[in-house]
C-alpha cells in the first residue's frame, strides 16, 4: 500500500496560520480556512512566513506584516517564550565566574548563598582563605570578602536592571518583530 501525502495550509480557527500533513484519503473538515491544498493548487510553495500569506487569486501572496488573527493567536506564546529565554540569560550572568581583584571567582548560587552566611557573622577568623575558580586558596580578611560580594552584588544589579528593561519592552510589543529583536 503506497502512503500519499500532501500539505495543505490553513487558518486555524483560532486564527494561527499553519502547514498540515494530510495522509491518503484524509481531509480537512474547515475547508473555507484552506489557503492552499497541494491536491488541487500544486506542492505548495518554497519559503513561505507562516502568519503573512494570503491567497490572491491561484497563488500565495506574502503580506507585509502579520494577520492580526495570527498575531493575536501567537504572540502571547512568543512573549512567554521571550521572557523565559530572557530570565535564563539573566540568571547565567547572574552565576557566572566573576573577575574581581585580579582574579576569577566562582559566583554560581551556592558559592554566593556561602559567601553571604560567611558575611553575616560580621568577621571571619585568622587565616581565612576563599578559593578561586581554579581551586587555589586565597587568603581574605573579612573586607576582602566584603569586595568580592560588592563586585558580585553590582553585577546582579546591572543584570537585574537589564532584565526590568527587556521585560518591559516584551509586555509592551504588539508584533511579532517586535519581540523577537529583544535580545539579553
Known sequence: MVIIMRRILVNKPSGEQMVI????????????????????????????????????????????????????????????????????SYESEIYANISHDGKTWIADKKSQETLS??????????????RDATGASNPMTYADLQALAATILARGLAADTNLSAKLSAVDGASTLTEVDAITY
Open 117 to 130: 552566611q560567611v558575611l553575616s557573622v560580621g568577621s571571619v577568623p585568622e587565616g581565612m582563605y576563599w
Open 21 to 88: 500533513t494530510l495522509f491518503t484519503g484524509g481531509s480537512y473538515n474547515d475547508l473555507a480556512n484552506v489557503l492552499w491544498d497541494e491536491q488541487g493548487d500544486g506542492p505548495l510553495p518554497e519559503g513561505i512566513v507562516l502568519g503573512k500569506m494570503e491567497r490572491q487569486g491561484d497563488v500565495l501572496v506574502e503580506l507585509q506584516d502579520y494577520t492580526p488573527g495570527h498575531l493575536s493567536a501567537v504572540l502571547p506564546a512568543a512573549k512567554s517564550a521571550k521572557v523565559e529565554s530572557l530570565t535564563a
